[in-house]
Every structure is written in C-alpha cells, then in structure tokens.
C-alpha cells in the first residue's frame, strides 16, 4: 500500500512563504512521477505543479514563478516551495504518485494512483 504524507501546512500572510514537504517510501519516489495539487471548500481541485523521475517539472499557470517542486532523493521526499503567497492560495494541498502522472491528472476528470490525505494552508489578508 502506497502511502504519501504531507506535511508543513500553516496560516500565514498574504506575501509570506511556506514548504510544503511529501513523504513517501522508496519505491514509490523512484517509479513515479510525483506532483501537488489542491482543493479549496467548495471549488473545484486544482493541478499546481509535476516533476517526473528525471526532474522535469511543469507547473499550472496560477503559481508558476511563485511555486516551485523539487525532489530530495535522498529523503524520498517531495517539496513545493511557495512564495508570495495570496488569499486565494488558501486550500488543502494534496500531494500525488502515478507513473503516468501530468497536470491533467491532477486537474477535475483526471485520475491518479496515489493520493495523500493533505496539508491545510491558510493565507490571511
């Protein structure tokens, strides 16, 4: 059983930042590509961010150039860094593995092997 746990969500600031952390086993960082997205009350989810095995990331358009994703190999753990935070930023972020996975598999429709349970992030005015 597959198993991702996130980690690092807080209530800040409009302007502030946060880390984002996901941790998972061996396997699972190694043979899949891994990604975020997130889900605010009521609104639809919303795809931010992939990197696949190689490193290759892609971002949505909403948080590229403030959000980045990373990967630490050594710790079987993916990040999302995210700067300038926004009100609007305010959700459930979720963190997600699936060999096949893309921005359209995170986004409403799409599928994903593998899904963790979240991290609450809250962005003041």
């Known amino acids: 059983r597959e198993e991702l746990v996130e980690s690092g969500g807080d209530s800040v600031q409009a302007g502030g930042s946060l880390r984002l952390s996901c941790k998972t086993n061996?396997?699972?960082?190694?043979?899949?590509?891994m990604g975020w997205f997130r889900q605010a009350p009521g609104k639809e989810r919303e795809a931010l961010a992939v990197?696949?095995?190689?490193?290759?990331?892609k971002y949505a358009d909403s948080v590229r150039g403030r959000f980045t994703i990373s990967k630490d190999n050594a710790e079987n753990t993916l990040y999302l860094q995210m700067n300038n935070l926004i009100p609007d930023d305010s959700a459930m972020y979720h963190c997600?593995?699936?060999?096949?996975?893309?921005?359209?598999?995170?986004?409403?429709?799409?599928?994903?092997?593998?899904r963790g349970k979240g991290t609450l992030v809250t962005v003041s005015s």
């Open positions: 997600a593995a699936d060999v096949h996975l893309t921005l359209w598999s995170m986004a409403p429709g799409g599928s994903m092997a593998f």
């Open positions: 061996r396997f699972t960082f190694n043979y899949n590509n």
């Open positions: 990197i696949d095995s190689a490193g290759i990331s």
